[in-house]
């Protein structure tokens, strides 16, 4: 088959986030089809820039087709991010037919975030006789009204609920990336016999060739280590979402314990950290800096227990598919989690434990809890997770999956 994906953020291991479309379309081509991912020059998310001279500049990335479109750079969620994303789904619209005679797609995926791509990914699936897929990252706009405060009646929320709708009701499936989506979609149109569910997903192979951490940094685990010292990890961004203040106060609580709390990554939130720790003067939490992704499975190999936690918000019932949680598991420690959403992993996968957010005094317990157990019962647990993730979050997998859907 012929696949085209649009995603405006698409990313690769050498550019940064984000990922999902690369590894599925990397697998896609192992599988013998062409994939095109069509993406925007400019993202937020992605560590480097992408240079092209030209609109719809081609590049092959591991055999996978990557076509630019040029779009004007932004920062934050301001006027200049709408007119990014307008820019970028304006040119597609407009570039339709030239799309569908190059690529000729038997198979045309919406996959933005963001729902404006719907109408140019229908526009190109109709010129081509082509089958046309919405795939949900997250739900939009409900996303901004619910986590950002935007009023359902702003301009640009009914814009965003107009595509949306659009999308369920001229979609041939719809694949979402959270469970439990259902009821949502289907006030909004959706006919359930659409709707697909593919999570998120891990690439074996790069945690077969994980890079090594930097030596300084050895050094200084093996130092908390060598006085006798158990590690706590959180890895990923250092946002307000994040609630990493949460962890300051399970260390404020554990300052006379053999407990070492690290914090690794970068992020908006780095100073008000930074600051907290000094106001408490704690010094069994510490702020470790970035590792690089591809060092990540190196990392989690030397501590003890990780850390994944979220504030508390509704927009979490319909489920989630955070790719740290999905590292965690695959690194075979065992996992606190402190997030109440409409699934849990954690439990499902019996590989830790899953307590309320924003919850020091539960987080304390939970530490204590794990730190009390067996080598054979940690280790037992951290195998617990790997294997749940080997079973179904492998790119391998979800990738065989969505082509069994592309085919009904």
């Keep these: 088959m012929k696949i085209i994906v649009i995603n405006h953020y698409a990313g690769s291991p050498t550019l940064g986030m984000e990922y999902r479309p690369y590894y599925l379309a990397k697998q896609w081509v192992n599988l013998g089809h062409d994939v095109t991912i069509i993406a925007s020059t400019n993202s937020h998310i992605r560590q480097n820039k992408v240079h092209v001279k030209y609109d719809f500049d081609e590049e092959m990335v591991d055999g996978v087709r990557y076509v630019w479109v040029k779009t004007p750079m932004y920062k934050g969620n301001g006027a200049k991010r709408v007119y990014n994303m307008l820019s970028f789904v304006t040119k597609l619209w407009m570039n339709a037919l030239r799309i569908s005679k190059l690529y000729n797609p038997d198979i045309v995926i919406a996959s933005s975030t963001y729902t404006f791509d719907n ?165 069994n939490i510490h702020l470790m800096g970035s590792v690089s992704k591809m060092a990540i499975p190196n990392l989690l190999s030397k501590m003890d227990i990780l850390y994944i936690g979220l504030k508390h918000q509704s927009l979490f019932r319909f489920g989630i598919s955070p790719n740290k ?66 079973k179904n979050h492998i790119y391998k997998k979800l990738a065989e999956d969505f082509i069994k859907i592309m085919q009904e």
């Excluded at 569910?197 to 690439?203: L, M």
């Excluded at 830790?352 to 304390?364: C, F, K, R, T, Y």
Aim: proline content about 4%.
């Design 119 to 283: 109408y140019a990914a229908l526009k190109i699936a109709k010129i081509s006789g082509a089958k046309y897929f919405y795939e949900v990252h997250d739900l939009w706009p409900l996303s901004p009204i619910e986590l950002g405060g935007m009023s359902e009646k702003h301009l640009f929320i009914r814009a965003l609920q107009n595509a949306e709708n659009y999308a369920y009701r001229w979609a041939d499936k719809v694949i979402s990336m959270l469970p439990h989506t259902q009821e949502h979609m289907e006030s909004h149109g959706l006919d359930l016999a659409k709707w697909r569910y593919i999570p998120n997903g891990i690439c074996e192979t790069d945690w077969q060739k994980s890079q090594e951490i930097p030596n300084e940094l050895v050094v200084q685990i093996d130092q908390y280590k060598s006085q006798g010292n158990r590690l706590i990890a959180y890895t990923g961004t250092l946002g307000l979402a994040n609630a990493l203040d949460n962890l300051i106060h399970a260390a404020e609580l554990m300052k006379e314990s053999k407990v070492k709390f690290l914090i690794f990554g970068l992020g908006p939130e780095e100073v008000n950290l930074r600051n907290l720790i000094l106001k408490k003067n704690l010094t």
């Design 325 to 390: 949680l999905i590292d965690y598991m695959m690194s075979s420690k065992p996992i606190i989690q402190a997030i109440d959403a409409g699934n849990d992993m954690v439990s499902e996968a019996n590989c830790g434990i899953s307590i309320a957010p924003e919850n020091p005094i539960q987080l304390v317990n939970a530490i204590q809890n794990l730190l009390g157990k067996t080598d054979d019962e940690l280790v037992e647990l951290g195998a617990n997770g790997k294997a749940f993730v080997m």
